[in-house]
């Protein structure tokens, strides 16, 4: 399980009563008790782990260690979601492993291969040489609610099958993978994750995969990260078909940094910050496109650009080979150059 940083959160809590504010009601009376609640609450976590567990699978992974030490052991998890045996997990999970070896629930033992990896959302795909497996399919992270309930499903400390549960507490969060891209449209949940739980699928109450858990801040409670499942499943197809996924770059290495107000004035600028070009590698797309240290990149595509990440996003998207324009403004005047952007061979964590 990835470990992240963060800022220290202040802590909440009051027992003073308060009042309702005017013009908000209170929830209605369902006419339930708290015991018919917990009851459907309850069986909805039941049916869930008996319809999604068995596509969930344990993965280990031998790392080959450049010492006399040889062999280190990793786990993490995983879960099937097609009946082909495709399985999903974290990159980070199967990165440099020299063997990957996978348990199904029952602990019968799978035998496959890596399909492909994408650091760059810290996914990957396992291939298993048996069809017709249980799977879980793929929910709509587009149209999930902070509130709904989750449910992780996976492997920590080695304990298998182990089911914890909470709900969805922030979406659209973004965070840095391994390769310095950021990965959009985070969920953070409250599912407790421990390590081991890397891969392994963040499912709600139908059964239907909403995101491959990542990531936890270790010193802070509930406070847990999951790739959503509108990624994965873009991501999915790409791995299966190329072992990658085909992103553009354009040859750059850029910083954001904040237009002078005078030259926003004077050029009619709608943004507040451009990305300067700081290097342009040779040959490259922008090389070509005759970009020069000092230019600032304001839009692509006459879609504004304020920093790196802006880029990537339009990248991520754009067809590779495809001609697009960019918007910088050079010695205080505004001017575009046409750029075709290449595909990146190891998606440079630059534009």
């Known amino acids: 399980m990835d470990k992240i940083g963060h800022r220290p959160f202040r802590q909440v809590g009051d027992s003073t009563p308060v009042s309702v504010p005017h013009g908000h009601a209170p929830l209605p009376d369902t006419g339930e008790s708290d015991a018919d609640l917990l ?138 993978s391994r390769d310095g891209r950021l990965i959009e449209n985070i969920i953070q949940h409250t599912a407790p994750l421990n390590p081991g739980n890397s891969g392994g699928p963040l499912v709600d109450s139908r059964g239907r995969v909403i995101g491959i858990n990542t990531a936890i801040i270790p010193t802070a409670q509930g406070i847990c990260f999951s790739v959503p499942s509108n990624t994965a499943a873009w991501v999915l197809p790409q791995l299966v078909a190329d072992g990658r996924v085909r992103r553009g770059y354009l040859g750059i290495a850029g910083q954001s940094r904040p237009l002078e107000q005078p030259l926003v004035l004077k050029l009619g600028l709608t943004g507040s910050h451009a990305v300067e070009v700081v290097s342009v590698t040779r040959a490259s797309p922008a090389g070509r496109a005759g970009l020069r240290p000092g230019d600032l990149i304001i839009a692509i595509n006459e879609t504004d650009v304020a920093c790196v990440d802006d880029l990537h996003r339009f990248l991520a998207t754009w067809p590779i080979a495809k001609p697009a324009t960019l918007t910088l403004v050079r010695e205080a005047r505004r001017i575009t150059l046409p750029i075709i952007p290449a595909e990146a061979v190891a998606c440079p964590a630059t534009g």
């Open 39 to 176: 009851d459907a609450y309850s069986r909805a976590v039941v049916r869930v782990v008996e319809s999604v567990g068995p596509a969930v699978v344990s993965v280990v992974v031998g790392k080959n260690l450049q010492s006399r030490r040889g062999e280190q052991m990793g786990a993490g998890s995983g879960v099937i979601v097609a009946p082909e045996g495709y399985i999903l997990t974290n990159n980070h999970v199967v990165q440099g492993a020299g063997r990957i070896e996978v348990h199904m629930a029952d602990g019968t033992a799978l035998p496959v291969r890596l399909a492909g990896a994408d650091p760059a959302t810290d996914l990957a795909v396992l291939r298993a040489d048996t069809g017709g497996l249980s799977y879980a399919p793929f929910g709509d992270s587009g149209a999930l609610a902070v509130g709904q309930l989750a449910i992780a499903i996976g492997n920590p400390l080695g304990f298998d099958s182990t089911v914890s549960t909470g709900v969805l507490s922030a979406l659209g969060r973004a965070l840095r």
